[in-house]
């Protein structure tokens, strides 16, 4: 076993993120979008020059693998001595250069230091437009990777020191906001000289080697440390089933089927079973399923272990070719974060089989619903807003799951109503926790949200999508199941119509409203072991009904009425 | 000639009260420092006052007395807080609940939002809305606020907060439910968020006005104790207090805007070090001020400390002007630890005062920072605070041992590695907030201060490449120090979100006048009087489409000369700006400012000689990158001339603080008695 200098390993660690810290504070600071401004649509990594991830800045966990697959088949397709100094290369494509999805264009600079590479820098932001059919680029209809917008294989946007301004003015021009593009771009690239330039400081000031050491360390000990919590997992096989609601388009669910297999502190994630492709555009890469598949494992494993290339050694991912998990050129994979949700479900589902009771988490909702809303403002300027709607998680052994929160691969905020109202021809009706919504349980899964937005005039398009209403999320250890998600369209002369998840582009007309309640967490341990009193605190904050109580905890409500 | 006159300023911190004291006719600082007493701080404080009082102070020679308060902090902390209820607009009383909708950690599922500070079952709906142009599409149920109010005095609610959608600029329905709650409920206070924050963005103004309500009884009741204890002392100048952005607050508005005072503390420090480095010519600086488990840090820019609009107090968002302090979890008593995969960590666990670190024979086991210190010979290895509190080095190194042993290393490698790594985590801090604002940290100073701060200075600045430290006199009582140079000041704010145009223009110019003049008569309620009062105009403004606003001072009434200070103010803080893209009006600002304070004024002179200071010499641990054990040159702080020069390797001792200079570092004693570090070799 290799001895690891732990000093200079946390030191150099530190100085590390510092630099991530400052790649990534540099592009949140001086990008234009709201995306990578506001919602940290974004995330830094450092690779050595094996391309090796050594540590990486991240908010938003489906980015996990985005830098990485970017130079991993960099390094592939190219050979080093055929990149120069002051070369840049830009990409976003999963089938070409292991992307994430269009929308998520990286930036990979190579770092050279006495005109060897010894490191690349790379980030990645997701640009809110990069062309294609549909407003935003990604949509669950959508059948072909070409109608995401445009693809982009590992090419050199800037080199030996100069940027290409055609290839720059070419990518911008292919999207719905060019001047937007060039700003993000740009800063992106100059957001990785910067690290690039701290990254030769730390090596010149501390010496090449000595940095190099502690970055190997680094690895030794996050592989060290995966294995150990492996280890005290028991050997064996875990299954477990999660499914879509449909397959991007109205069609048949999508099983996801996992086989976990623990074996002396090497872990098998495979998906041997899983469903073939979907025709929409809920198909995952092969980068994203890692991220996803990194989400659970996380959550399960080691909740705060470093992000780098030791923690991925001990694990295999088996995704059969054709399958919604790995899906055969030119499959859509725009919106890949609804399957993403379900592979963390099944991870988790698994994972409670073989974990200690105390670090079993029941599902949560596990979606990424999305409701849009396009129009024209009073400037009569056109305006897309869109949303993301979290729902309710799922309990632990000692606590109440959390009401109304993202979870897995998701972690964006919401849009204030007073914002939204400003900006747009809308009204927000109620944002608020459904009743009845929780899975009971001894410990109960979180309340989901009802978010019900109006329009103040006619002729506002929405469309939405959430997983859910046929797959709600199940419950563990005799938990009961979350709510299920649902739809309501009230019009304006009150008539309410019961939908499917699944609206395309319904033209709203001045008083009518959309009404989303999104999944609840599921609940954990039997029902009967909940204490009167929580029940009737329950009943008394409103989270669920006398009527429920009376049906899931009957003990409860039955002592209550005794006494 | 005038009576002689005091002011006092006070601190009150976790473990001690500080008092500093200033003669203002001769400038002369005295320090005071008492132990806390957290279920009633105005006791300590009452005990402060004693001791400058038995100093020979006459108590009616205090003419002015402000003070720092954790108070309000440490209700939120502690969920100590009144029993509130909340009224809001039907379909939005779940918004403290959902917060953002966002978890605290992308991972680890049993960290939660911590719970709202209203149970759902006191957030009551009423039937009202305006929409974001003020049609009022629901009038007020002026029956239900009624039913409302029933229901609280039903559950024994003591607060009351309303927060009504819109609020920001069509108040109309809070002030009615406002007007019916305060004969419903005549005694208990009623926070509006019409009121507290007129900002957009319900969520963030509801934190905070609810946050507001559920401190207002106790904040009251400890600062009418206050009084009491002040006044039966034969002190007739009224309690100040310090509010988040380092200005100072009558009784009266720190009682209705406790939520105000959520920084108090390090607001104060960051004030106080402002002024400290502007006097001695550093306008840039960054502040870093160590105490026993954590490490603030935080900017001072062209003599002004950097504030933030928006933070968040144990896990609440507060939305009001404060210092924009960054906290990390590594002070003197964080504790050195390793992982059972093999990695070495420093905190974020405290050993806390107790049981402390080990060297200190309080009980600690457990080694922390301040023991890889005392190992090192950095912390006077036989006593602390001028000898009067004995340390045992010899533990200390026993505890190192033992963690060297697991990590294969010598003691002396692992004292050094603890130090470099608890450094390297107070220098990320450092550079993050640095880079966050696009500062190059070269034209920086570090201003040192807290019990820990000096100690670790000179590390931290060659870590992060600022060249120059400067130690102001007391470092320990620096935050005390601070409110006696804090003014008067307070923020007014009105939202109004608009797409800039002549006519907008006109419209915003006339909302920051009304807030000029509501300034006005705040700072007339204030006793300021007319030739201390100022204004400044700040509009927030962003391009459309954008979510982040930024701060433009305006004291222009041209919109063409704004727009170009618009410009000028995205090239400093994002970099460039975009001429071809409309611009739109967010808030409409005016800060109000009673120029109370006394300026800094130069120390008496010292006439001890550089000699005179030399208490000898010490081995000391520099670091293996600066050489390992060298002998070092130990000065007594309080004899050190003004100009005295020093060459590290050195050790400047005072009664609450160790500097510490490297053999790469140089110090100097300026006009104020600051101590002046220099790094020797720029290259280094």
């Known amino acids: 076993m290799t001895e690891i200098n732990a000093i200079d390993m946390e030191v150099f660690n530190n100085r590390l993120l510092s630099i991530t810290d400052e790649v990534m504070n540099t592009l949140i600071r001086s990008s234009f979008s709201t995306n990578i401004k506001e919602r940290k649509d974004a995330s830094v990594a450092i690779f050595d020059k094996k391309g090796r991830l050594i540590c990486q800045a991240l908010y938003i966990p489906m980015l996990l693998s985005g830098v990485m697959g970017g130079v991993e088949t960099l390094l592939k397709t190219r050979k080093l001595e055929d990149i120069r100094e002051g070369d840049v290369f830009i990409c976003n494509d999963v089938y070409l250069a292991g992307g994430s999805h269009n929308n998520d264009i990286a930036i990979i600079t190579p770092v050279f230091i006495d005109d060897k590479i010894e490191y690349f820098i790379g980030n990645i932001g997701h640009h809110s437009d990069v062309g294609g059919v549909i407003p935003g680029s990604t949509d669950h209809i959508l059948t072909s990777v070409f109608a995401e917008g445009i693809r982009i294989p590992h090419v050199r946007i800037v080199r030996e020191g100069q940027l290409d301004e055609d290839l720059l003015y070419m990518i911008a021009h292919n999207t719905r906001d060019p001047m937007e593009r060039i700003l993000d771009l740009k800063v992106q690239i100059a957001a990785n000289s910067q690290g690039a330039e701290s990254l030769r400081k730390l090596s010149s000031g501390h010496g090449l080697a000595r940095v190099q050491k502690s970055m190997a360390d680094l690895l030794t000990y996050t592989e060290r440390r995966m294995r150990q919590r492996l280890q005290e997992l028991p050997n064996g096989e875990y299954r477990s089933i999660a499914w879509t609601d449909d397959e991007g388009v109205p069609g048949p669910r999508k099983k996801i089927c996992l086989t976990v297999r623990i074996l002396d502190g090497d872990l098998t994630l495979d998906f041997e079973g899983t469903d073939t492709q979907a025709k929409g555009a809920i198909n995952m890469g092969q980068y994203p399923l890692l991220a996803a598949a990194f989400c659970g494992i996380n959550m399960m494993v080691d909740p705060s272990i470093p992000a780098n290339f030791g923690m991925f050694q001990p694990v295999r991912i088996n995704a059969p070719v054709g399958t919604i998990l790995n899906p055969k050129f030119p499959a859509a994979i725009g919106n890949r974060e609804y399957t993403a949700q379900r592979v963390v479900r099944a991870i988790t589902l698994a994972f409670a089989q073989v974990l200690p009771r105390d670090r079993a988490v029941a599902p949560s909702a596990d979606i990424n619903t999305g409701m849009a809303f396009y129009g024209m403002r009073k400037s009569g300027e056109p305006f897309v807003y869109v949303e993301t709607v979290a729902g309710g998680v799922g309990a632990t052994l000692h606590k109440d799951g959390m009401h109304g929160t993202q979870v897995g691969t998701t972690n964006t905020s919401n849009t204030p109503a007073e914002s939204l109202e400003i900006e747009f021809p809308l009204i927000v009706r109620e944002y608020g926790l459904a009743t009845d919504t929780v899975g009971p349980g001894r410990t109960q899964g979180g309340a989901a949200i009802i978010r019900d937005i109006g329009s103040l005039v006619d002729g506002v398009s929405v469309s939405t999508k959430a997983d859910g209403k046929k797959s709600p999320a199940p419950g563990i250890f005799g938990g009961g199941d979350g709510g299920r998600s649902s739809l309501e369209y009230h019009r304006a002369d009150g008539e309410v119509e019961e939908l499917e998840m699944f609206v395309v582009d319904r033209i709203m007309a001045k008083g009518d409203a959309v009404r989303l309640i999104s999944p609840g967490g599921a609940g954990f341990g039997p029902p009967e072991e909940r204490s009167r009193t929580e029940v009737n605190c329950s009943v008394r904050d409103g989270f669920i009904s006398r009527g429920f109580a009376d049906e899931h905890y009957p003990e409860s409500a039955s002592r209550a009425a005794a006494q | ?684």
């Open chain 2, 1 to 684: 000639m005038a009576q002689k006159q005091f002011r006092v300023g006070v601190d009150v911190g976790g473990t001690f009260t500080d008092l500093s004291l200033i003669d203002e006719d001769t400038g002369e600082v005295y320090n005071f420092k008492t132990p806390s007493t957290p279920h009633d701080p105005s006791e300590a404080i009452e005990n402060g006052l004693k001791q400058v009082i038995a100093a020979g102070v006459d108590p009616a020679t205090i003419a002015h007395f402000g003070h720092g308060t954790t108070v309000a902090t440490n209700m939120i902390i502690e969920r100590k807080g009144t029993l509130t209820g909340l009224i809001t607009t039907k379909g939005f009383r779940d918004t403290l609940e959902i917060a953002r909708q966002q978890r605290p950690h992308l991972y680890d599922y049993s960290i939660h939002r911590p719970a709202p500070l209203v149970e759902r079952w006191l957030r009551l709906e009423i039937a009202e809305r305006f929409t974001a142009d003020g049609d009022e599409i629901i009038p007020l149920d002026e029956d239900a606020v009624r039913a409302a109010a029933a229901k609280f005095r039903e559950a024994g609610v003591a607060a009351v907060a309303v927060c009504f959608v819109h609020a920001y600029r069509f108040d109309g329905h809070e002030k009615r439910a406002g007007e019916i709650l305060q004969q419903e409920l005549p005694n208990v206070p009623i926070s509006l968020s019409s009121d507290v924050q007129p900002e957009f963005r319900e969520f963030e103004r509801f934190s905070t006005t609810v946050m507001n309500s559920y401190l207002t009884p106790k904040m009251a009741g400890y600062l009418d104790r206050l009084m009491r204890r002040t006044q039966a002392l034969g002190i007739r100048a009224v309690p100040h207090t310090v509010h988040s952005n380092g200005g100072l607050m009558s009784m009266d508005t720190a009682k209705a805007y406790p939520v105000r005072t959520c920084l108090s503390g390090p607001a104060a420090g960051v004030v106080g070090s402002a002024q400290v480095t502007l006097a001695a010519g550093f306008p840039n600086a960054v502040t870093f001020d160590v105490g026993g488990t954590s490490t603030d840090v935080s900017l001072i820019l062209n003599g002004r400390g950097a504030y933030t609009p928006l933070r968040e107090v144990a896990g609440y968002p507060v939305r009001c002007p404060m210092v924009d302090v960054h906290v990390i979890g590594a002070g003197g008593g964080s504790i050195a630890w390793v992982d059972d995969a093999g990695a070495l960590k420093a905190g974020p666990h405290s050993a806390g005062a107790v049981p402390g670190p080990v060297g200190y024979m309080l009980g600690g086991t457990e080694p922390t920072i301040t023991d890889a210190n005392l190992h090192m010979g950095r912390l006077n290895p036989v006593a602390l605070l001028n000898g009067a509190m004995p340390v045992d080095q010899a533990a200390a190194k026993g505890a190192i041992a033992d963690i060297a042993a697991k990590i294969g290393a010598s003691a002396d490698e692992t004292a050094d590695g603890i130090l470099r790594i608890a450094v390297a985590n107070m220098a990320r801090a450092i550079r993050s907030i640095s880079v966050e604002r696009g500062c190059d940290l070269k034209d920086f100073a570090l201003v040192a201060f807290g019990g820990a701060g000096p100690l670790h200075a000179t590390f931290v600045a060659d870590e992060v490449g600022i060249p120059t430290v400067l130690v102001p006199e007391a470092p320990g009582t620096m935050c005390a120090r601070g409110v006696l140079l804090s003014d008067v000041s307070r923020s007014f704010v009105k939202s109004h979100v608009i797409a800039l145009s002549e006519e907008s223009w006109g419209e915003v110019l006339k909302e920051a006048a009304r807030l000029t003049a509501e300034a006005e008569e705040w700072l007339v309620s204030e006793g300021v009087p007319d030739q201390l009062r100022q204004y400044i105009r700040v509009i927030e403004a962003r391009y459309i489409g954008q979510n982040f606003e930024v701060r433009v001072e305006a004291d222009t009434d041209d919109k063409e000369a704004f727009i170009r200070a618009f410009y000028h103010v995205n090239d400093d803080v994002y970099g460039y700006h975009v001429e071809d893209r409309d611009i739109e009006i967010v808030n409409a600002r005016v800060e109000a400012i009673g120029k109370i304070a006394n300026p800094l004024e130069e120390p008496p002179v010292v006439t001890s000689t550089v000699e005179d200071a030399t208490l000898g010499t010490r081995s000391v641990h520099m670091g293996d990158d600066n050489g390992g054990w060298t002998e070092a040159v130990v000065f007594d702080r309080a004899r050190l001339p003004v100009d005295a020069t020093i060459s590290g390797p050195a050790i400047i001792e005072e009664l609450t603080a160790t500097t510490v200079l490297p053999a790469t570092w140089t110090a100097r004693v300026d006009n104020w008695r600051n101590i002046i570090l220099t790094r020797k070799r720029l290259d280094a």
